[in-house]
């Protein structure tokens, strides 16, 4: 198993402002993804954190808006950039110890843009 | 890309009945798919996997099936409670065996 810590819980941001969002594992994972989930919908997949290097992006998401860091196999972050009203969502972290496994996922970020 | 479908966005059921839920993908057949139960205000919880060579997985009171052929997943909770109550997804493998997607989720609630 995994846990994750992902800081902060909840958030309420101006508009055009950034927001960094921390996912702390507490073992080494091969595996980190970030997830998009909107008001009553399905998670999306945003990307895939590489350790090291560039993360692996999702059609329709650009490194621009949502930089993503991983500098080592426990850690990771997603910013929000230059945020609308159309960011507000909750944003999930999840790992997995290998490819091909049962994934684990943080409690979310409750990110509310006015 | 691929399209996940799960059948109907509610499902309300009798304690003590078995729910089945329904998967559906139209591309290609991942490798391995995945169910997780998911409450409010938290992450998805991670129930049970099966493989692409693997017709049919149990795990206490849950079952998943798996038919390539028809590109379904069936998802079977029996003697359902009413702590059974939850969004249920299903997540496919996406081709490379890396990341997985989501399908659109099915409401349980079990009516005591």
């Known amino acids: 198993s995994a846990v994750i810590s992902q800081k902060p819980s909840r958030d309420i941001c101006q508009r055009g402002t950034s927001l960094t969002i921390q996912c702390q594992v507490d073992?080494?994972?091969?595996?980190m993804f970030w997830y998009r989930q909107q008001p009553g919908q399905s998670l999306t997949l945003i990307a895939t954190a590489n350790q090291g290097s560039e993360a692996t992006y999702e059609s329709g998401f650009v490194i621009d808006k949502f930089p993503i860091s991983r500098p080592n196999l426990t850690f990771s972050t997603l910013t929000v950039s230059n945020m609308s009203p159309e960011d507000s969502s909750i944003y999930l972290c999840?790992?997995?110890?290998?490819?091909?496994?049962?994934?684990?996922f943080g409690q979310g970020t409750r990110l509310t843009v006015v | 890309s691929q399209k996940i479908e799960q059948n109907s966005e509610a499902l309300n059921i009798q304690e003590g009945k078995t729910a089945t839920l329904t998967c559906n993908y139209t591309n290609y057949s991942p490798a391995y798919l995945q169910w997780y139960r998911q409450d409010p205000g938290r992450g998805p919880v991670f129930l049970l996997l099966i493989r692409e060579n693997e017709k049919e997985k149990r795990k206490e009171r849950l079952k998943v099936t798996f038919d390539t052929t028809l590109k379904q997943s069936l998802f079977h909770i029996t003697a359902s409670q009413p702590a059974d109550s939850a969004t249920y997804l299903c997540a496919l493998e996406g081709g490379t065996g890396n990341q997985f997607y989501f399908g659109t989720g099915t409401s349980l609630t079990v009516i005591p």
């Open positions: 999840s790992v997995a110890h290998v490819a091909n496994t049962e994934a684990f």
């Open positions: 073992s080494q994972v091969t595996m």
